[in-house]
């Protein structure tokens, strides 16, 4: 009788702890389908080339925006040490980056649009598999990930004005902040239910647009 009636507490324990971590799963879901509105893909009205253009960006460019948070839970839920954290941040940030001057360089590719929308359910699946038991599956979806950024950096390189220095400062600040924050939430959460939250955000912003 002792250790039945053990093990149907630990049952319940268990089952309260999963349906805190799918409540808070949940909410985080909630807050990022209510960011999708009707302006998500457009960026009217955007000059490309002042410091506070660069800050404002990715927060008003809801694709981006997804895309960049969703980078950031990737990396926390991984709870990796603070210098690979840093280093993935840093490699996100160099393909953002490399995208912006390389839209500016080569200008207009019909594909790139495309590839942003692709990113944001691409990044879901491989917000899955950093679950995966499989180190080399983890590790393809880090590269993945990484390499959709360029897609959204050559997005503002395209209408970029002669001169970027200030605007991709700005960007690279508030990019950073952005997956940072990801991370912090994912590191939190932890969860590959995460990214049905992302994919579902990612739907409601394509009807939205």
Same mark, same amino acid.
């Given at each position: 009788?002792?250790?039945?009636?053990?093990?149907?507490?630990?049952?319940?324990?268990?089952?309260?702890?999963?349906?805190?971590?799918?409540?808070?799963?949940?909410?985080?879901?909630?807050?990022?389908?209510?960011?999708?509105?009707?302006?998500?893909?457009?960026?009217?009205?955007?000059?490309?080339?002042?410091?506070?253009?660069?800050?404002?960006?990715?927060?008003?460019?809801?694709?981006?925006?997804?895309?960049?948070?969703?980078?950031? %839970?990737?990396? @926390?839920? $991984? /709870? =990796?040490?603070?210098?690979?954290? #840093? +280093?993935? %941040?840093?490699? @996100?940030? $160099? /393909? =953002?980056?490399?995208?912006?001057? #390389? +839209?500016?360089?080569?200008?207009y590719a019909a594909f790139v649009e495309p590839m942003i929308i692709a990113s944001l359910f691409v990044v879901s699946v491989c917000l899955w598999q950093v679950f995966n038991p499989s180190a080399k599956k983890v590790t393809a979806a880090l590269s993945v990930s990484v390499g959709l950024l360029f897609f959204h950096g050559y997005a503002h390189g395209v209408e970029a004005a002669s001169s970027l220095s200030q605007f991709a400062l700005g960007m690279t600040a508030t990019a950073a902040t952005l997956v940072l924050c990801g991370s912090v939430v994912g590191r939190w959460i932890s969860s590959k239910w995460l990214s049905v939250g992302i994919a579902s955000a990612s739907a409601l912003l394509m009807i939205a647009a």
């Open positions: 009788m002792k250790t039945s009636a053990a093990v149907t507490q630990h049952n319940i324990l268990k089952t309260r702890k999963g349906s805190g971590r799918y409540l808070r799963t949940g909410a985080i879901a909630t807050v990022l389908s209510l960011a999708t509105p009707a302006v998500a893909f457009a960026h009217p009205g955007h000059d490309h080339h002042s410091f506070s253009a660069g800050l404002t960006h990715p927060i008003t460019g809801f694709d981006h925006l997804i895309m960049l948070l969703a980078f950031g %839970l990737l990396i @926390g839920c $991984l /709870s =990796l040490n603070k210098a690979k954290t #840093a +280093g993935l %941040l840093g490699a @996100g940030i $160099l /393909s =953002l980056l490399v995208g912006l001057f #390389a +839209g500016q360089a080569l200008g």
